[in-house]
């Protein structure tokens, strides 16, 4: 089933110059980058973003960090897009993701972990719809979808 999801390089990969090699592995494997913005995410957006966290001890720092550099914000498309970022992105805690991950290879820290990438089809709607209005997201074909799809 092709999906939608949200996706967002946090401070710290755009900090470490990271982009390019991560975009590269979504591309590699096969997925479509429908939207993309470089942005700085206000205070209040971040709160609304990370609103099933607010009762938590981190989520003050969670907000600061969010917000204290810019973020790379996308709506990727493919195949259980969902599922599949979330695989390619790795556990939450880098220390505990596998080598070859997104967190795994680049983070150390779950304080500092690299990716944030929608969890289920309602995550993905709400994140996309906070970050990204209709007509930003494009509808196009790649050359090589015959070579990735049946």
Avoid: C
């Avoid at 494997?29 to 942005?39: H, N, P, Q, S």
């Avoid at 209040?44 to 550099?69: M, N, R, V």
């Avoid at 259980?80 to 993701?97: D, F, H, M, Y």
Wanted: aromatic share 10%.
């Amino acid at each position: 089933m092709i999906q939608k999801t949200y996706v967002m390089l946090k401070p710290d990969a755009i900090a470490r110059r990271y982009i390019g090699k991560i975009l590269t592995r979504f591309e590699d494997k096969g997925l479509k980058i429908v939207a993309m913005k470089l942005r700085m995410i206000s205070e209040e957006i971040a709160k609304e973003h990370y609103g099933e966290h607010k009762d938590k001890p981190f989520f003050d720092g969670l907000i600061k960090y969010i917000t204290s550099g810019p973020v790379l914000t996308m709506v990727i498309e493919g195949d259980e897009a969902i599922s599949v970022v979330r695989k390619l992105s790795g556990a939450t805690n880098p220390q505990e993701a596998d080598f070859g991950t997104i967190r795994g290879d680049f983070g150390m820290d779950t304080g500092r972990n690299i990716i944030h990438s929608s969890d289920s089809p309602e995550s993905a709607s709400r994140e996309i719809n906070l970050f990204f209005d209709e007509d930003e997201i494009i509808d196009y074909s790649m050359s090589d979808e015959s070579w990735i799809y049946e």
